[in-house]
């Protein structure tokens, strides 16, 4: 029996289920979090939207910096405990406290155009780094729990339908729930719903610690070396970036959608934000079927194109109906996405491992990360324009002709962005991952 097989025998399994549901915790706050930062600050609290790319901008330099080395921490870290609980145990509390605070601003910072500012670049740099602290080595752990594409794929379907009704929740709803109750107490209430579930879970999730024990502690510059002449690396990198870009457009500037071009109530961005979540839900039912007859890899790439496609009708739109019809699109295409993205992610670590026999899931997870989280630089671009080329201020200044503003904001940034990441897509080849394609 080899080493690596007495060790996974050794190891306490983690229920699928379990590991699974926290995806619903982590996914709670930081949507809404960066979902409603735009609407929150720009549109209610009068931000200049100017201001508000320039604080994407510079977090998306944070966020560069800080996953590596998150990940390195990660991986070199032993405790009786594991790699990686103890940094979510202690990350998530923290990530929340700040969440709240995030959506929390006290008023006399309201009344004052610079301190808002400062505040907001605070807050959103503390949320967004706790939120990749906690992301790193939660992604970390699925490569290492679970092995093989079928049961990689069966348990990232369940993750990602977890991580749509917490979005269902989170970005769909809030707009209806806070028109209710307002921002302050609806984070108070998603924080307290996110720490719950994030604790249960991460409690129950188990490392093999007599592995981590033995194993040789991966280098920060001989991991990030590894990685980066690998050009799969750089290929799903970068197609992870542009989606990533293109889906964080969507969920927010669906609400400038909604208000400025269609000319409805918050209630109608529900509607809209709720058609796409509900079918990508259905989506990764029916592409996790697929998936079987069809490789990972093809339908990853046919979810791309669904997606680049589906927004170029959704420009000429001026009804609710027809943009609910094109939003099912939408949502049947990051089905896909989701349902295969994670397992191309697992399988560049599985190379690496079976390549240069380090253990490094934690900074491997996070540089992968890195290149999804770069999708802020392209969304600080799309704001920047939109606000320099129709004047579009704020709330109280929208400019001569806000429906198109809000137009290019949610359908051609995003069809570029998709359009590109669909070019990258066709480029990364896996042979053992496409053996289904030839049968």
């Known amino acids: 029996m080899s080493q690596e097989s007495s060790l996974a025998m050794k190891q306490k399994r983690t229920a699928p289920s379990r590991y699974g549901f926290a995806m619903f915790g982590t996914s709670i706050p930081i949507n809404m979090f960066k979902s409603f930062a735009a609407i929150y600050y720009v549109d209610m609290l009068g931000l200049d939207m100017k201001k508000y790319s320039l604080i994407i901008f510079i977090y998306t330099f944070v966020d560069a910096i800080d996953n590596p080395v998150y ?49 907001m670049l605070l807050m959103y740099i503390l949320t967004g780094t706790l939120d990749s602290l906690v992301n790193a080595n939660y992604g970390a752990l699925f490569p290492e729990l679970f092995k093989g594409d079928d049961e990689r794929a069966k348990v990232n379907g369940f993750r990602q339908i977890c991580q749509l009704f917490a979005m269902a929740i989170s970005i ?38 007599e592995y981590i024990e033995e194993s040789e502690k991966p280098g920060l510059f001989s991991s990030i070396w590894a990685l980066v002449t690998n050009g799969k690396f750089w290929i799903f990198g970068f197609a992870g970036a542009f989606y ?71 420009f000429f739109i001026n009804s609710l109906i027809p943009a609910i019809i094109a939003a099912c699109f939408v949502g049947f295409g990051v089905g896909a996405c989701l349902t295969t993205m994670d397992c191309i992610g697992a399988k560049i670590i599985d190379d690496d491992y079976a390549k240069h026999g380090i253990k490094r899931e934690g900074i491997m997870s996070s540089l992968m990360g890195v290149m999804n989280r770069l999708n802020g630089l392209y969304v600080s671009l799309a704001f920047y324009v939109v606000s320099d080329q129709f004047g579009f201020i704020s709330g109280d200044e929208p400019g001569s002709n806000p429906g198109m503003a809000a137009r290019i904001l949610l359908c051609v940034f995003p069809a570029a962005a998709m359009l590109l990441a669909s070019l990258f897509g066709l480029f990364l080849k896996f042979p053992e991952m496409d053996k289904k394609d030839e049968r």
Request: overall charge positive; glycine content about 8%.
């Open 71 to 119: 990940g390195f921490l990660s991986d070199r870290t032993r405790t009786k405990w594991g790699r990686r609980r103890p940094w979510l145990l202690i990350g998530t509390p923290l990530l929340v406290l700040f969440f709240i605070l995030f959506y929390n601003v006290p008023v006399f910072i309201q009344t004052e155009k610079g301190m808002l500012f400062i505040y």
């Open 244 to 314: 990533s870009a293109a889906f964080s457009l969507v969920s927010q500037a669906v609400s400038f959608y909604v208000k400025y071009t269609l000319g409805l109530g918050g209630n109608m961005t529900t509607v809209m934000l709720a058609v796409v979540l509900v079918v990508a839900v259905i989506g990764i039912l029916v592409w996790s079927r697929i998936v079987k007859k069809w490789s990972v890899m093809k339908v990853w790439r046919s979810g791309l194109l669904i997606m680049a496609v589906s927004f170029i009708p959704l």
């Open 172 to 209: 769909a709803l809030t707009p209806m729930i806070t028109g209710k109750i307002g921002y302050r107490l609806t984070s108070l209430i998603y924080g307290i719903v996110a720490v719950a579930v994030m604790m249960y879970c991460f409690w129950g999730c188990h490392e093999s610690t």
